[in-house]
């Protein structure tokens, strides 16, 4: 199961962009990535999944490298309810894959 | 989208009970669904996957005889804890995906679980 690396903590500001990366080395070819949002006291909430290059949705892009070793996500002009802890996972298409889940980055928005 | 709901939200206990926890996927069928233990300020932490009409599968540390998992239907796992004792107060969560391609985790809101 690959591994992920990410910042523990950042901050940020409204109307600001904010780009999250995670790190990857270890991805296996029929690995997918995904990020998830958690808020205190609940389970996580899907964000965004991608394989390789660019994905967008209405929340947020995500950016994958050539060589799929890292992955940034970017989320456009956060507000203060963007306060969470994002976690970026690798796992492959299966459903019985088991998802493990990494330290996640505490992200504070200020005003 | 898919849901998968979990009840109760939340739970105390007293020491040396048991407590069922159930997760359900709401609108599509899981042969496969997983439950993580999250401590404050933590990650969480897989504890066993889940498989429908046979026995569960437990990660490295986690007490099979403490944990008791059930996966009866396509649409239903519960997870007991047995003589429950204050380390075992955490918030408790469950997992399903769908069978497919490229289908993403859905997760149940959690439990917490207190134990006093």
């Known amino acids: 199961l690959a591994k992920t690396t990410q910042p523990i903590s950042m901050d940020s500001y409204e109307g600001q962009e904010v780009n999250i990366t995670c790190s990857h080395n270890n991805i296996a070819t029929n690995d997918y990535i995904t990020w998830y949002q958690q808020f205190p006291s609940q389970g996580p909430r899907f964000i965004i999944q991608g394989y390789k290059t660019k994905v967008t949705n209405e929340v947020a892009s995500l950016f994958i490298p050539a060589d799929r070793k890292s992955s940034t996500l970017s989320l456009p002009r956060v507000s203060l309810s963007d306060t969470a802890v994002y976690y970026c996972?690798?796992?492959?298409?299966?459903?019985?894959?088991?998802?493990?889940f990494g330290s996640g980055t505490r992200l504070s928005i200020r005003p | 989208g898919a849901v998968v709901s979990q009840h109760p939200s939340w739970v105390i206990c007293k020491s040396g009970t048991s407590v069922k926890i159930e997760c359900r996927s709401l609108d599509f069928q899981a042969t496969t669904m997983f439950w993580y233990r999250q401590f404050p300020k933590q990650s969480l932490m897989l504890m066993a996957t889940s498989n429908e009409g046979s026995k569960a599968t437990y990660e490295q540390g986690v007490e099979k005889d403490k944990f008791l998992i059930n996966h009866a239907s396509l649409t239903l796992s519960t997870l007991t804890v047995t003589s429950a004792h204050p380390e075992d107060s955490s918030f408790y969560i469950c997992?399903?995906?769908?069978?497919?391609?490229?289908?993403?985790?859905?997760f149940g809101q959690g439990t917490r679980l207190t134990v006093v």
């Open positions: 996972l690798v796992a492959t298409d299966s459903s019985a894959s088991k998802i493990i």
């Open positions: 997992s399903a995906r769908r069978q497919g391609v490229n289908t993403e985790a859905f």
